[in-house]
């Protein structure tokens, strides 16, 4: 059994393979084992890892699978035990690894952990995709330490402290290999958006712990499949996370907090009309309810096995606030300013 496998899942991304993975090499290859799994990759990522990368592994899947079940497949043929799921548009830095895995090794109750994620673009910002360690509100919304929506803080260490958080960012994910097969890894019908949160917080009902360690850093591109503004990236951003909360809320919250979500999710339509003249995010929304409500049922036994998971009734770290409420009405935009 290998310590750690890093896998990284690819699809068409010969050009952040060739700019990105000489820096996982460098700083990772003494501690752990680098794969690079492809979704049946139609550019010459292939050519590119045979020809230049020969120290690599390479696990090649038959088809697309997106990244959820992409990553079930090729984590399937690893023995390991840590996996390290890492995006092909991560940068990472000198001692990166190293704080996470020491970390895992002295906490058995820690399920995954990240790093701290800055820009690669500006190196003094947090990320959007994962910042400092991830949360969610009542009713769903994820946040960061270092991110609340579209604001993102500069890092001037205000989000240095190793903490407990909900999520870990699926862009650099280390988490102990018994546990992700334990819950049942990735929901691979998710294909991608919302699947880590969805893994980590199924890892949190269970009693096991995730943490931020911002001793370890790296730097992401961000965006590197979808633009932000993107119809389909909407319409899996809704789906998902309607569906993730069916799965996963408490018996007592279900029913309340899916009333509210219908109505914020049909203004929040509106809003992308009539405020953004975006037809299709539009189209988007009322086309990922639709989609929730067909296949609700097909998670009615991974609800139930789910609660029957419960550790406890509380998760501390969903936020029993509304974060739209906070945002946007009491105008805070620092994660340092909401109720603690």
Not at 121 to 149: M, N, V
Not at 176 to 184: M, Q
Request: hydrophobic share 40%.
């Amino acid at each position: 059994m290998e310590k750690v496998a890093i896998v990284i899942l690819n699809w068409n991304g010969e050009e952040m393979l060739r700019k990105y993975l000489p820096s996982v090499l460098q700083y990772s290859r003494e501690e752990a084992t680098v794969y690079v799994a492809d979704n049946a990759s139609s550019d010459g990522s292939m050519e590119l890892l045979r020809n230049h990368f020969p120290e690599c592994r390479l696990i090649q899947l038959e088809r697309n699978w997106g990244f959820a079940d992409g990553y079930n497949k090729a984590l399937a043929q690893i023995d390991a035990e840590y996996y390290l799921l890492l995006n092909s548009d991560i940068e990472v830095t000198h001692h990166w690894l190293t704080p996470l895995v020491e970390f895992m090794d002295n906490h058995e109750d820690v399920a995954a952990c990240q790093p701290k994620l800055l820009s690669i673009y500006d190196r003094d910002s947090f990320e959007y995709a994962g910042a400092s360690g991830g949360y969610l509100d009542r009713y769903g919304y994820p946040f960061c330490r270092g991110r609340l929506f579209e604001t993102v803080e500069r890092d001037e260490g205000q989000y240095d402290n190793t903490t407990d958080i909900l999520w870990a960012t699926g862009a650099a994910l280390l988490v102990r290999a018994r546990i992700y097969n334990k819950v049942g890894g990735l929901d691979g019908r998710f294909f991608a958006h919302n699947e880590e949160i969805d893994l980590c917080w199924r890892m949190r009902i269970a009693g096991y712990r995730i943490v931020c360690i911002p001793d370890s850093k790296v730097y992401h591109v961000g965006g590197g499949t979808l633009p932000k503004s993107n119809p389909m990236k909407t319409y899996l951003n809704f789906r998902n996370n309607l569906t993730m909360l069916y799965k996963c809320l408490p018996d007592e919250e279900l029913r309340h907090v899916m009333r509210w979500r219908w109505c914020l999710d049909y203004l929040a339509a509106w809003e992308m009309l009539l405020l953004k003249q975006n037809w299709g995010d539009f189209k988007a929304v009322f086309k990922a309810r639709r989609a929730f409500m067909r296949w609700r049922k097909d998670f009615d036994a991974d609800r139930k096995s789910i609660q029957q998971s419960r550790a406890g009734r509380v998760v501390s770290e969903r936020r029993m606030f509304s974060l739209l409420w906070q945002y946007y009405v009491k105008g805070r935009r620092r994660y340092s300013d909401l109720p603690q």
